[in-house]
């Protein structure tokens, strides 16, 4: 799909929201933080939570609009301005038909990459992490033994009889218990259990182990899920309006059932692209030519997929693992 990004103007932006939903948001009430930063989260549920019976078509569309809206802020694209919804995704959810030809899932990794580094690096005294941290846990416990909670039998699925709406390999998580370690030692605990791994311990195939395995034979795994498997080894920059960071499947060939090259090609990633920040850089207003060279890489399709065909083998892992350490 398109890179999802366009302009991105504080100037008018109540506005565009009555445009998007029918009314614009109530201004912010006095002592209120992050409020004037986007639409806030209690009045979309307040306002839109329940579609009248009766609702003619455009009352439809945005009650459906609000609840776009209400999902990229609290479970795709949450940062830190806590009860608000950014209207920065407006300019490509406007056109209802054109919204599902964006790279909507490139867009969350790329969001996801970036709050990442500004809660590891701590930029702000009051920074906390944000992004869709739901696809975060879910690759955890799929991929580490550490903190994973006990997975209970699936709840039943329905619809049944069509593919493209069965479960993804997220919903064997839908059903589990707590994890085991108490709260007050989780942190010394999972600490411990993660300097203890061994390569031997992690998960590295996607789409192959126990976990997808009690979908598919219970239920049935999406075929999407496996659809777009060329694109998974696609070195290329990942684009959400603002931030752009670097997808690098040649650093965890592994993963992808390939043989690891060491050392993996070197790739800038560019320090004063990933200083580039919305709330630093206020000039900058359109991010599609601000970035545009990061969008002619993203749409040179053919040039970004990584051709390593050998196959990954233990006994190439055990000599990568036998290599004096600084030369990987």
């Not at 970036?114 to 991929?143: D, I, N």
Request: neutral net charge.
């Amino acid at each position: 799909g398109e890179p999802a990004t366009g302009r991105c103007d504080s100037a008018g932006w109540r506005a565009r929201v009555a445009e998007f939903l029918g009314e614009e948001p109530p201004l912010p009430e006095a002592g209120k933080r992050g409020r004037s930063a986007g639409v806030p989260l209690s009045w979309l549920r307040a306002r839109f939570g329940t579609c009248p019976v009766g609702a003619d078509d455009a009352m439809v569309t945005y009650h459906a609009r609000a609840w776009v809206m209400h999902m990229f802020g609290t479970v795709l694209f949450p940062d830190d301005t806590r009860d608000a919804a950014s209207w920065m995704y407006l300019p490509c959810l406007i056109d209802w038909d054109a919204a599902g030809q964006f790279s909507w899932g490139s867009a969350v990794l790329a969001f996801l990459y970036r709050q990442l580094c500004e809660a590891c690096r701590r930029t702000k005294p009051r920074s906390s992490l944000g992004g869709c941290v739901y696809l975060l846990q879910l690759w955890m416990w799929s991929r580490l033994p550490v903190g994973r909670p006990k997975v209970r039998a699936p709840q039943p699925w329905t619809p049944e009889g069509v593919p493209e709406q069965l479960p993804t390999a997220a919903y064997v998580w839908e059903n589990v218990g707590a994890p085991y370690a108490e709260t007050e030692r989780a942190y010394v605990e999972f600490s411990n259990e993660l300097d203890a791994l061994t390569p031997s311990c992690v998960k590295w195939w996607p789409y192959c182990g126990d976990d997808v395995a009690a979908v598919e034979n219970g239920l049935g795994l999406n075929p999407l899920c496996r659809r777009d498997a060329a694109l998974w080894t696609m070195r290329c920059p990942l684009i959400c309006f603002y931030a752009v960071e670097y997808h690098l499947p040649i650093r965890v060939m592994r993963q992808f059932g390939r043989q690891q090259p060491f050392p993996p090609d070197t790739v800038s990633t560019s320090i004063e692209l990933h200083k580039f920040d919305r709330s630093k850089q206020k000039k900058v207003t359109d991010f599609a030519h601000h970035h545009r060279a990061y969008l002619d890489e993203w749409r040179r399709f053919e040039d970004n997929c990584e051709c390593i065909h050998a196959m990954h083998r233990d006994s190439s892992f055990r000599r990568y693992l036998g290599r004096p350490h600084g030369t990987v």
